[in-house]
């Protein structure tokens, strides 16, 4: 069983950046898949990437070169650096670990990006 807690999300300025924090309780998610998802208001929830338990990082198009997600395992803790946000970035953003067939949500952090 896990339990996430997201943290950091806020308002940002376009071309700003904020980290995202999310932390494990439980279990330890080092053998675990983490990942971050998005929603905004009326659209469907979109993986925005993950890291694999090797450190292998995945990244949605739309992000690429802007996101970065990186986890320490001494933390049980998954970040997501997000940098020069766009006016298509403001969602609710939720963490997601996944081991075999069982999968946890956090209740997810806003991201609002506005001028």
């Known amino acids: 069983q896990v339990q996430l807690v997201e943290s950091g999300g806020g308002l940002v300025q376009p071309g700003g950046s904020l980290r995202l924090s999310c932390a494990a309780s439980?279990?330890?998610?080092?053998?675990?898949?983490m990942g971050w998802y998005r929603q905004a208001p009326g659209q469907l929830r979109e993986l925005v990437s993950f890291?694999?338990?090797?450190?292998?990082?995945n990244y949605v198009d739309s992000v690429k070169g802007r996101f970065t997600i990186s986890r320490d395992n001494a933390k049980n803790t998954v970040y997501l650096q997000m940098s020069s946000l766009q006016p298509e970035d403001p969602a609710v953003y939720y963490c997601?670990?996944?081991?075999?067939?069982?999968?946890?949500w956090g209740k997810g952090t806003l991201v609002t990006v506005s001028s």
């Open positions: 997601h670990a996944e081991l075999r067939a069982r999968y946890y």
């Open positions: 890291i694999t338990s090797g450190g292998t990082a």
């Open positions: 439980g279990s330890d998610i080092s053998s675990y898949s």
